[in-house]
């Protein structure tokens, strides 16, 4: 393989200058014009922009970086095909120590051919077959969910929302940090980002839901020293005053939250639990997955509607805008799985 390479030695100390003041930095060499060389290096908010001059003849283009000039080792930071054209390259990378020290490097060749490197980079699953059946008469509703239609068509299609850690509205991020609680951060001038609030919940969970900018759900674990028979989780509903997050409400789960969806203003949460079954006077009891809806319309004021009972162990769940599907595996044939269309 042909390789060339260019080490960029003037940026060291160029570079940490223009870490500390922002400033661009302009290099020029007088290498020969037919290798590829750095021309300038400038720092871009939280990023360095460096950029190289490559000629024609070189397919692959690499900037390498590393954190001392003679100690570890070159890591690769950023590539660029440019199939033999040459021309003006851009890197852009996050600022850190690990980029004191530069290089570009170019090969003439590549150990495959460019046809590898091109065409679709992204592929849908295999369609699942088999081993699985729908059981029962058909879909049950939950009664007085909000928002429930004729599934026969018609009527205002529901977004369905995911849990997240984190959520964007306008220029304030709410970010559920797992070991501190609710952060709400003013991101503004995402450079000099604030934190503006703080919900103190460390250890509870990472499910979050954004209903606007003014209210925040929560799905939490609760205490050691904290639970209740049947009430081992629960939705907490947040409001948020100028950047203050505090707890208006607070709904019991019972169980250990598994999964959510929001769909339009439904909270649908499945949690695993266990109840005794009917007849046993107590003494046997069966695991499975409790749904409980949430009437979220008025987030001072939410409501619970109603709870299905699915038994199984593990079950999984997901939902369109107008049902809610629990997938769980046959008691009797392990190899099957029933999906509950609720």
Known sequence: MNNKFFIANASIGLLLVAFLAGFSVTLRAAEAPEKPIITSIRVEGTNVAVVARVPAGFKLVMLECRSKLHAGTWQPGALARLAGAGGEVTFRLPRSRQLEVLRVRADAQE??????????NSFLGEPSSGGAVLTGAGPT?????PGTRDVSGGGETREVVESDIWKIHDDTLYFFNQSRGLQVIDISNPDTAVIRGILALPAVGEQMYLLDENNVVLLARRGCYDEQPGEESQVLIVGVTNGVPTITARLPVSGWIAESRLVGAALYVASQTSRPINGTGGTTWEWGTMVTSFDLAQPTA????????VSGYGNVVTATDRF?????????????ATVHVL
């Open 141 to 145: 509703a939950l009664d007085g969910g």
């Open 324 to 336: 809610l599907f629990v997938a769980t595996q046959d008691s009797a044939n392990w190899w099957q």
């Open 302 to 309: 939410p409501v619970v509607r109603d709870r299905q009972w």
């Open 111 to 120: 150990s495959l051919p460019s046809g590898f490197y091109t065409g679709t």
